[in-house]
Every structure is written in structure tokens, then in C-alpha cells.
């Protein structure tokens, strides 16, 4: 079972930041938080991971909160192309193994005009 | 630099029968994990190829089985299809570990397998 609680929806105008929250509260001190997305007809993406600090990429910020258990996806100016569903999801570090990922149902993001 | 191809596109079956669906990595990947999505769900993990071999498996039945080639491509096989095999089945690839232990999975765009 998925390790993470997601809303099932939200929305927000072109141009303006979306943020994606993301509930994790037993995740645990090798866990990363990882988020995909899924655009309609396509194979997930990665977007970015993380353990503690706040990390950035090219398409988002993820801000993780100190105790962990909660995390933000931030897309700073949201287009219509980032209407997908978005799946924050734990991932353990096993030693020797690139581990599995578990899904969960994911948040639809719907970018409006 | 090609990303992960699965092929075919879209297949239909009938309650019984078998199929095999296959999947190229993304160039320098040497792991392929095998993924079942049902309409509205997320993802779930079939198994994992790694050095030709099965590395993890989720809970799926038997009649799941896989193979991973010399090249790092892989196909996953399926028997005595059932309706609720009926799906969008994902390929990702991705590195080992000793190459950094969390290494990103990319996927392909999948071959929607309908069962009649």
C-alpha cells in the first residue's frame, strides 16, 4: 500500500505557482520522497526527489518539512501542459537493489486558462 | 538519445490465450522493472530484471513471468489471460545501484492490453 495521502484534485490559473501537497507521516529515515507525473496517453514522468533539504530542479522546487512527514511540489508558473496527475510517492533505499516504486491514486492537477 | 520503447502500442487478446510484450531501456540503463495500471489507478510493481535475472517481485501470480536480455531488454509474458488483465502495462528503466543507490526509474508510454 501506498505510504502517502494525497487530495484526489486541484486546480490553478496559468502563470501562477501550483503547489502539491503531499501527507508522508510514518515514512521513514531512508525514505526518499519521490514525485511522478502522468500526462493522458503517456508513461509517468519523474519530476524530483528528496530525503530532508529542499531540493530544485529545472521543472519544480520540493520543499519537505523538518519532521518529515509532509512534503510540497512546487511548480513556480504553471502552464496548461502541466494539467496530469501528480504522484508523490516514499521510496526505501535497499542496499543493491534499485527498490520498487508503490503508486498511489495521485492528485489531477487541472491548469486552467 | 532514445528514451524507453515499448512495443506494441496496443494489443487485443481474447480470455485464455497469451502474450508478450516488450520493452527497450533508455541508452546506458541496465535495469527494467515492469509495471500494471489499471483505468483511474496508479501503477502497480509486477517485477524487476536486473543482470538477466528476477530481482523483486510485487503480488502478482505466476502466470506473470518475464525475461531480461543480454542487450538489457526485457519482455514480460503473460498466460491464461484474464478480463481484469486488461491494462496499460509500463516499462522503466533505470541504473543499478553502485552507480548512486537512488537512481530515478524513466518509463515508456506503455501497451494497452485489452482483453475480450
Known amino acids: 500500500d501506498a505510504k502517502t495521502t494525497q487530495p484526489p484534485s486541484m486546480d490553478c490559473a496559468e502563470g501562477r505557482a501550483a503547489n502539491l501537497p503531499c501527507n508522508h507521516s510514518t515514512i521513514s529515515g531512508n525514505e526518499y520522497v519521490y514525485w511522478y507525473r502522468q500526462i493522458h496517453s503517456q508513461g509517468p514522468q519523474y519530476i524530483i526527489h528528496?530525503?530532508?533539504n529542499n531540493e530544485t530542479n529545472e521543472m519544480a522546487s520540493l520543499i519537505i518539512t523538518e519532521d518529515r512527514k509532509s512534503s510540497t511540489l512546487i511548480l513556480p508558473h504553471a502552464t496548461l501542459r502541466d494539467t496530469a496527475v501528480y504522484y508523490c510517492i516514499v521510496r526505501a533505499l535497499i542496499t543493491g537493489a534499485n527498490s520498487k516504486l508503490t503508486f498511489g491514486k495521485g492528485i489531477t492537477l487541472s491548469v486552467r486558462p | 538519445d532514445a528514451g524507453v520503447t515499448q512495443s506494441p502500442t496496443h494489443l487485443i487478446k481474447t480470455r485464455g490465450q497469451q502474450v508478450t510484450l516488450r520493452c527497450s531501456p533508455k541508452s546506458g540503463h541496465d535495469t527494467v522493472s515492469w509495471y500494471q495500471q489499471a483505468l483511474g489507478q496508479g501503477p502497480q510493481f509486477i517485477f524487476q530484471y536486473y543482470e538477466e535475472e528476477e530481482r523483486q517481485r510485487g503480488n502478482f501470480p505466476d502466470r506473470f513471468s518475464g525475461h531480461q536480455f543480454p542487450n538489457y531488454s526485457s519482455e514480460l509474458n503473460v498466460n491464461a489471460l484474464l478480463l481484469g488483465d486488461s491494462a496499460l502495462y509500463l516499462c522503466?528503466?533505470?541504473?543499478?545501484?553502485?552507480?548512486?543507490?537512488?537512481?530515478?526509474?524513466?518509463f515508456g508510454d506503455g501497451t494497452r492490453l485489452s482483453i475480450l
Open positions: 528528496g530525503l530532508k
Open positions: 522503466a528503466s533505470s541504473l543499478s545501484v553502485g552507480t548512486g543507490e537512488h537512481q530515478p526509474q524513466h
